[in-house]
Structures are given as C-alpha cells and as structure tokens.
C-alpha cells in the first residue's frame, strides 16, 4: 500500500473521531504556540534592551573619578582624546536646577558639556541646533532642551529663541533634542544641555569628573580601554581604586547572556507542553488500537504486511502533530499580536524558531506514535479477529 493511500486513510480515521482528533491536537497547538509567543517575548525583550543601550551612544567608554583630587582637568582630557582608537571626548558636568518660563517651573537635570557630546551620545536635534565651540569660548548663556523639558515650559509652542530662567539667570534656547525615551530607567528627555564653560559657572562646580569616549572602531573597544586605563593609571599613580571606566560593550554582552538564558528558560518551558501533547497522542493511539483491532486483523487477514500497519498508524500521528503544529504556529503568531496590542509589548517574531517549533511537534507525532504503531504491526491477525 502506497504513502499516498496511507496519509487518505489517515484523515479518514481522524474525521471519524472529530472531537477526539481536536482535543488530541490541542497539546501541541498549546505547546507550538507557547514556544512561539514566549521565546518572542523573550527576543523581543532582547531588542529593547539592545535598542536601549544603544542610545546610550555607539562605541561608548565612560570615564568617573571620585574626588576633587582627581579631577580631570582640559590638559588630562586633551590626553585621552589623543589615544589611538579614540574618535571623540565629551567632559561633563552635571547638576540640578530649577528652570522657569513664565509661570511655569520645574526641577530639571542639567549638563554642561561640548559638541562632541551630540555624536558620542548619540543625540540628534529636532529643532534649531545643538551647541559649538564658539558658545563654549564665549561662555554663552544658551541652552538645548530635551523634548519633554520643551513640552513642560512651552506646552507644545516653539521653544527656539525663547527665554528661560535656569536658577535665576536668563538662558536662550537655541535647540530641542529628538525624543530618546527611558533607557535602562533613565530618561533622556528631561534635560537641559548647557556649554561647558557656563555650566560650571552656572553649577560653581570646575571639576569634571566624568568623561565619554567615543571609539573609532567597535571592534577594538577592549583594546581602547586599556589604552585608557593604562593613561588614567599614569595620570593618577596609587589611586587605581578612585576611577572606572566602563565599556558599553561589556554591559551589551552581560544583557545578552541574561536575555539569552531567558529565551532558554522559556523555550524550555514551553517545550515541555508540546511533550505532554505527544503523551497524550501516543494514549490516544494505543485506544485507536484497542478499538481498530478487529479492522487490522482483516487487513492482515487479506494481505496486509506488518510494515503496512505500522505505517498506517505511525503516519496518523504524523498527521495528527503536523496539523496541530501548522494549527500551532497561526495561534501563535494571532495570540502575539493581541498581547503586543493589549500589553504594550514588543515581539520579535523569528521564522528559524516558528519553523524549529513546527520540525519539533512532527518528531513528537514520529517518537510517540511509534509504539503504538509498532504494537498495532505485531497483532496476530486470527486473535485480532476474534477480538471482542
């Protein structure tokens, strides 16, 4: 008997026990779907936190040092700038201020810093421009909003060449920053972006102790922060313990790990749903032996081989799993969106895993299918026939 008559008897045996044949099928439907939606979850997860470090700034090292005693001064900074495999440096300062406009007051961060700070934090401006050098020479009392500081003073006006009062003194805005959103808790958008030179008059804080360093390469990134390292350890002999510095890259690698252990975790547990839907199909066999056992013994009775049986009922399984998986992936990808809808959440949806989850519920319907198909082969066609 060929495959092809197989797999029609197949469906015939399965629309005969519809309600059988669903409730079969729904273990791997369950398990297929959960694999997809949770393993989602868990790479869509990853990209967030990708995407939220990656606004931190692209090849990024940050620099801090503890004390007065180590401040970096511009001849220090000047130094770390000319290292080989540094692209660009961007001191700052920071603090909190009060800033005012009309009647309209609110609590804001402030940075004092220089250009650079625009390409290796990797901040973009919507409106008017960022600071230069020239505001910095000239210690000009003008400031860039964040695009949620602009919409707490100006409630959707244009901010650009107005004035605002930062702790009591006149400031100019010249620009509005694209919105970055939170990142690793932290947002981006409530901040008001100083120069240097008036920040610090402004903070009456000259010390910096806090630097950004933008690498040439992504690929050399270690290699630069041993580089740096070994300046600072130079600059500051015995004090190895009064400075950091921090490679975006290893954060990016540790977020990862966790991430990817996660997606693990959750593979894993909805995996093991689809191996109680192959439990339950491989019950359901031994039953559609018990109750066919007359029916094979009239087959073999007239000819058919023991490989004929076997393949009859190990393609019944076959068919039971793949339908449940294709059945599966479409639950999967439906109950997906209603989550990313209802809750806000990112998915990040991958065919590899979607078809890996497929090739995993048709090994069930193979590996648990086998034994009672093999059980249902090895009848002896005359105690079959007298089966009651």
Known sequence: MGILQCIKMAFRSIKSNKLRSCLTMLGIIIGVSSVIVLVSMAQGSTTNVTNQINQLGTNLLTVNTFGTDLALTQDKIDQLSKLNGVKAVAPVVSGRVTVKEDRTSSQQSVLA?????????????????????LDIEYRQKIAVLGSDTAATLFSGNDPVGQNILVNGTSFKVVGVLASKGSSLGSSG??????????????????????????GKNENQMDFVQAEVEAKLASMF??????YTVSNQKDLMDTMSSVTESMTLMLGGIAGISLLVGGIGIMNIMLVSVSERTKEIGIRKAIGAKRRDVLL????????????GGIIGIIFG?????????????????SSSIMFMAFLFSLAVGVVFGVFPANKASKLNPIQALRYE
């Open 189 to 214: 958008d409530d901040v008001v972006i100083v120069p240097l030179s008036t920040g610090e008059r402004l903070l009456k804080q000259t010390d910096i102790n806090q630097v950004y360093l933008q």
């Open 333 to 349: 990808l439906c109950l997906g969106k209603i989550l990313s809808s209802a809750f806000n959440m990112t998915l990040s949806y």
């Open 237 to 242: 002999p015995n004090n190895t313990d009064s």
């Open 113 to 133: 810093t220089t250009p650079d700070y625009s390409s290796v934090r990797n901040v973009n401006v919507s409106e008017g421009r960022f600071i230069t050098d």
């Open 312 to 323: 009859q009922f190990l393609i019944e399984s076959t068919v039971l799993s793949s339908m």
